[in-house]
């Protein structure tokens, strides 16, 4: 692919143009805002650094590029796929954040199995049929590697998505403007730059701490006002 | 005459119904599920709720309808996005019913009340209902936002209320017929269950293929 092409497609699997489901989830801010924990543009800044650093970084990123890397074989390793999806299954605690993870991830693939990206049609089979879960990371990793997305765009993409995800919430609940959402969104590239620039920690030891957020997220569970899915 | 459109989803039938807020879709969904049962057609409902679970809530308690059968779907308060521009999670949870009830002949899926401009995406629905009432104007078919104009079926709902609120039905009628030209319009009162058979009698048609 040429450097615009290459550009391009980031920009399109980037935006929040492309469905996937993400305007229905908050990870937990609906409830921290809802319950006054959060209340203006610098706490909203905060929290999705924490999310970056807390849980991204440390997690996603992590199942991510092996995910990445699983798909990027001749043919997909396609048990390796699974194994990691287990992963994120056992790992991630809160019942709203994991399904929060697996519709999302799951929207994302079936939008990419009608697009005719190869391979998905029979991970969207395999999810059908109970047999993996298709978490978020996990399909992003797997789809854009697919799509010829290099394993460094797809972080970065995946940061970024991460970060429009959370501000259009913000955005969407009142906590923050239109200005304030990118002023944040461009304050929140050192850190994501910073991220990029350490290794990785491998699949065996990825690890997040946001109890703030995971308790919010369970707390949603029975709340009364759901904008969100989460 | 059968539609000529080419339907993507096979079986069950996906049917929208749009309409802005409190016009009457969930009481139009409550009048049809049982008159569609009685022609032996299966019904599931996927429910767009703004901010709580309350139309999906009130189905499920309804009685109509096995609640397994009911399922709302969060929008994050884009309920146009998640008819038009990302309907992913709408038709996933779509997808899940069909698949867990095979019997079922056709999935409403209830747009959380929005504005005159929003429109659903084929990619969603095979067909779609645009719910408006007399009681928010007689000038609403004058205005010509895509849902009156572009839907399959429009409905307007509340006709019991037209003289209380001094609207104009007739004017209502010929202004959605000359904005819509040969497209069908229902008339309705979702109380009493007035129009409803019509409705179903053009479901049966241009949806569910028995003529
Ligand atoms: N008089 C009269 N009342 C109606 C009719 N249809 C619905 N209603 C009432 O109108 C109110 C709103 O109806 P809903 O069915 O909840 O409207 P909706 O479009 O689903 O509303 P949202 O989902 O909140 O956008 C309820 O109190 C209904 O009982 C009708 O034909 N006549
Ligand atoms: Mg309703």
């Known amino acids: 692919m040429s450097n615009a092409s290459l550009l391009l497609a980031s920009l399109q699997h980037g935006d929040s143009f492309f469905p996937s489901g993400a305007v229905s989830f908050s990870w937990g801010l609906e409830t921290l805002f809802s319950e006054g924990a959060l209340t203006n543009a610098d706490d909203i800044e905060a929290f999705a650094r924490t999310q970056l650093q807390g849980r991204w970084a440390g997690f996603d990123r992590s199942v991510l590029i092996s995910a990445h890397d699983a798909a990027s074989l001749k043919d997909g390793d396609i048990d390796e796929l699974h194994r990691i999806d287990a992963i994120v299954e056992t790992q991630t605690l809160a019942r709203e954040m994991r399904d929060g993870s697996h519709r999302s991830g799951l929207a ?121 899915a989460n | 005459m059968k539609s000529e459109k080419i339907f993507k989803h096979t079986s069950p039938a996906r049917v929208g119904i749009g309409g802005p807020v409190g016009s009457g879709k969930t009481a139009l969904i409550e009048k049809l599920i049982p008159t569609l049962e009685a022609r032996g057609i299966e019904v599931a409902v996927v429910t767009n709720d703004l901010v709580t679970k309350e139309d999906a809530e009130r189905l499920k308690r309804s009685g109509l309808i096995d609640p397994d059968r009911v399922r709302a779907v969060e929008t994050g308060a884009c309920p146009h996005t998640a008819i038009r521009e990302d309907p992913t999670l709408n038709i996933q949870a779509a997808d899940d019913l069909a698949a867990e009830f095979p019997s079922v002949g056709i999935i409403i899926i209830e747009s959380g009340g929005d504005n005159l401009a929003s429109t659903f995406s084929l990619d969603l629905v095979d067909y779609w209902l645009f719910v408006i009432d007399t009681a928010g104007g007689d000038d609403i078919p004058r205005k010509k936002g895509p849902g009156i104009i572009r839907s399959d079926l429009l409905v307007i709902n509340k006709i019991d209320l037209a003289p209380l609120v001094g609207s104009d039905l007739e004017l209502m009628e010929k202004d959605a017929n000359e904005v819509r030209g040969d497209r069908p319009m229902v008339m309705t009162n979702c109380a009493t269950g007035e129009g409803i058979v019509a409705i179903v009698n053009q479901l049966s048609r241009d949806v569910l293929f028995d003529a």
């Not at chain 1, 797809?154 to 239109?178: E, K, N, P, Y």
């Not at chain 1, 990785?200 to 709340?223: C, K, N, Q």
Request: proline content about 3%; glycine content about 8%; charged content about 20%.
């Open chain 1, 108 to 228: 994302l693939l079936r939008v990419h199995e009608k697009m005719g990206t190869p391979g998905t049609s029979s991970y969207y089979d395999d999810i059908r049929g109970n047999k993996t879960r298709g978490h978020l990371s996990v399909m992003q990793g797997f789809v854009w590697a697919r799509c010829g997305i290099t394993k460094f765009d797809a972080q970065v993409i995946a940061a970024h998505a991460l970060c429009v995800g959370l501000l259009g919430a913000a955005l969407r609940l009142g906590a923050i403007g239109h200005v304030d959402s990118q002023r944040i969104l461009a304050s929140l590239r050192d850190p994501i730059d910073l991220i990029l620039c350490h290794e990785a920690p491998v699949l065996e030891r990825v690890h997040a701490f946001t109890p703030h957020s995971e308790i919010a997220v369970m707390r949603h569970e029975t709340a009364d006002s759901r904008l969100f």
